[in-house]
């Protein structure tokens, strides 16, 4: 639509990198895997990709510990590889986000060790050290993945803690220090003069931690820790520095609060985050009620501030959807037309177009400190028997549930498969305005059923979802015709006032 910015159109797809394609055969997937496999992603019909971190790192967070914010890392290939993936993706018309990892780098970026290396150090203040001793951590804070870990470690040499809301080897950068501020703009340009589309922000929220670092009622979720008002002035700069550029440069902020409300402030007043992650719909079980206040939530907090939503059902942290609603693949395929047909715009993850269920990684097998390894399995690309992985190595993670037939190349050739569908809802999007940028209305619907309504002038759809395995009469009034069905059932064809257990439809007039 002329006027709106392109990335409330868009549908981003999320690649995990060390999981999509591996180019050389060493197991873990690359940046040059990515470039070669983009006809897979402009074939489904995506507009954007967010690729999580390939940065120069030691990996202790898989990338989330980054040592070089200007540097790819070895294991993932080169600025040239990167620039030629920016080229081809922007060719065939997909824009291209990175990961922005501000909250915290690597204990071994130079920043740090320099920091670290004694109190007077020019850059001892980049970083959060606080005066004690070491039998007693500054307060009761609690570092993310181990759930009982102090979010601080001692450092023996000079006699200081410092704070990490993660791994050790993830120390927090001091965001009041105007020279850490400075340093990080020039990190963002590097990626903005490359051509990059944007950036998705890790854990935006939580950069300026609260003063005097007080005790906190939960002290590992606690909000209190941060969510400072000195964040959203960060973020406002970020604002500037994006909107400086030409083309609509979009920051979707990782706003780890599960409290819609909070996730609104942080698009401030159309001056902070371009989009935020809201991730309560994503916690949420599958069930009519819960999903019904989840939206909401969100229309009664966004749309007074004109900010524009977000829906996610999967990423590298959270077991994918499907296994996190039983396992079921009907089930799986309604919750797609659900997040592709809400108002706002969706982020898709790498392989739930697949219809993946989580890996089975047995004990031995287990590499991640937050324990989410299992949907990080690789993708599968095909029907042999390393499924276009190389054969010099294992892949670093074992393939999800049955990757024989779950894979591209036997889904690309049944029109029957989940990635039909998903191909299908792309391209419904596509054919309207109203499902890309439309009004949201709820329609009178019997439990268990959500319907709504999306408006754009002249063009309307109807989507329907079924939360129970029972059938369920649903009219809408006048005469429907059934754009796309979850199953497939009846597309094309008058709708019938009723829909199937587990099914969810798109109805568009006749
Ligand atoms: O996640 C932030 C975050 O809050 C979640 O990691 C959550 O705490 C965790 O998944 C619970 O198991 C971001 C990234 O998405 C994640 O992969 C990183 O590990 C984390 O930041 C640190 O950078």
Wanted: net charge negative; proline share 8%; with cysteine.
């Amino acid at each position: 639509m002329p006027g709106e910015p392109w990335w409330k159109s868009a549908v981003v797809y999320q690649i995990y990198p060390r999981s999509f394609a591996d180019s050389d055969g060493d197991g873990v997937g690359d940046l040059e895997g990515i470039r070669r496999h983009l006809d897979h992603l402009e074939w489904l019909g995506v507009d954007a990709v967010w690729i999580s971190p390939f940065f120069r790192s030691p990996m202790a967070d898989f990338g989330y510990d980054v040592a070089d914010y200007c540097g790819v890392d070895p294991l993932f290939g080169t600025l040239e590889d990167f620039g030629r993936l920016v080229e081809e993706a922007h060719e065939r018309g997909l824009r291209v986000l990175v990961d922005w990892v501000p909250n915290h780098s690597s204990d071994r970026h130079p920043w740090f060790v320099e920091s670290r290396s004694s109190r007077d150090s020019p850059k001892r203040d980049w970083y959060l050290w606080v005066d004690g001793t070491a039998d007693q951590p500054p307060n009761n804070w609690k570092a993310a993945f181990s759930q009982t870990e102090p979010a601080w470690t001692w450092d023996d040499a000079t006699g200081q803690w410092y704070l990490h809301l993660f791994l050790p080897q993830q120390p927090d950068l001091n965001w009041r220090n105007p020279d850490v501020v400075g340093a990080m703009h020039e990190t963002l340009r590097f990626w903005l003069d490359r051509g990059v589309d944007g950036f998705r922000m890790d854990v935006i929220h939580a950069l300026v931690k609260k003063e005097g670092y007080p005790d906190v009622d939960d002290p590992w979720l606690s909000t209190d820790r941060f969510d400072e008002p000195a964040t959203h002035e960060r973020i406002r700069a970020f604002r500037r520095l994006l909107d400086g550029y030409p083309g609509d440069r979009v920051s979707v902020g990782e706003v780890f609060i599960l409290s819609t409300a909070k996730v609104a402030e942080y698009y401030g007043d159309n001056d902070e985050l371009h989009l935020a992650f809201n991730f309560p719909p994503l916690f949420a079980p599958w069930d009519t009620a819960k999903w019904r206040t989840r939206i909401d939530r969100v229309v009664e907090e966004f749309d007074p501030r004109g900010a524009w939503p977000t829906w996610v059902l999967s990423n590298h942290d959270n077991p994918r959807h499907r296994t996190r609603y039983g396992g079921s693949e009907a089930t799986a395929r309604a919750a797609a037309v659900l997040l592709l047909t809400l108002r706002g715009t969706p982020f898709l993850y790498q392989g739930e177009e697949l219809g993946l269920l989580d890996a089975d990684v047995p004990p031995d097998r287990r590499v991640d400190p937050g324990g989410r390894d299992g949907s990080r399995a690789p993708i599968p690309w095909d029907v042999s028997p390393t499924h276009g992985w190389g054969d010099r190595a294992e892949p670093w993670l074992p393939f999800p549930p049955e990757a024989d037939v779950r894979n591209v190349e036997a889904e690309r050739a049944d029109p029957t498969s989940v990635l039909h569908l998903y191909r299908r809802l792309l391209a419904a999007r596509h054919d309207s305005d109203a499902l890309r940028l439309g009004t949201w209305q709820q329609l009178p619907s019997p439990d268990g059923v959500l319907a709504y309504e999306r408006v754009l002038d002249d063009d309307r759809r109807v989507v329907i979802v079924n939360f129970t395995d029972a059938d369920r009469t649903v009219s809408v009034g006048g005469d429907w015709t059934v754009d796309v069905a979850s199953d497939g059932a009846g597309e094309g064809g008058r709708y019938a006032g009723a829909v199937a257990g587990d099914q969810a439809v798109v109805l568009r007039p006749p």
